[in-house]
């Protein structure tokens, strides 16, 4: 599978960097908008509600879990919805950077919420680890999409071999995905302990 993996990211290299790049983009966005937004107390507000609301004895980790898989879900039916309008490429783009604008609003709540120290960590635990295997995913989806339409616009048909190699990439995605819903349950609990000893 290593070498099916390197042999995928050579053949789309091109589309996985300006997906990276969209990515990152929607990541600065997201820490601009929290920051000149008048309503950042607000979202501040709701993770800390959330960190009270939340204690670990009654940390329920089959919800988070399936909370998680059931939002990924969401997420990549959106994706593939995309493939239905005329500009896929563009609607597949703007979903990821949508992603990222979140995942930027959310890294600077958690600083708020959380001061400098605490924040790096629960930055690095809940945000970076676990977006190793969805930031993957998520390209690895896009990209499988966006190749999907180039063959459909050009050739007029989508060929079996093209479903099976979608259908692969997919599954893969989806094991990605669910170590990184996870992973994150398991460093919700330091999260929340930090919280705690403020």
Wanted: glycine content about 6%; aromatic content about 10%.
């Amino acid at each position: 599978m290593n070498k099916s993996i390197q042999k995928y990211i050579v053949e789309n290299l091109h589309t996985i960097l300006k997906l990276l790049i969209i990515y990152a983009i929607g990541i600065v966005i997201g820490i601009i908008l929290f920051n000149l937004s008048s309503i950042k107390t607000d979202y501040v507000d709701i993770v800390r509600n959330v960190f009270d609301s939340v204690n670990q004895e009654n940390f329920k980790s089959v919800n988070v879990i399936l909370n998680g898989l059931k939002n990924n879900i969401l997420f990549i039916g959106l994706l593939y919805l995309s493939l239905i309008t005329l500009i896929a490429p563009i609607a597949v783009c703007v979903l990821l950077m949508l992603k990222a604008i979140i995942t930027g609003i959310y890294i600077c709540c958690l600083f708020s919420v959380l001061g400098i120290g605490n924040g790096l960590i629960a930055v690095f635990l809940s945000v970076i680890l676990p977006l190793l295997f969805t930031l993957s995913a998520y390209i690895f989806i896009s990209t499988n999409i966006i190749n999907l339409y180039i063959s459909f616009t050009s050739d007029g048909k989508i060929e079996i071999k093209d479903i099976l190699k979608n259908i692969y990439w997919l599954i893969i995605s989806f094991s990605l995905i669910s170590l990184s819903v996870v992973l994150e349950q398991v460093m919700t609990g330091i999260i929340f302990n930090l919280y705690k000893g403020l």
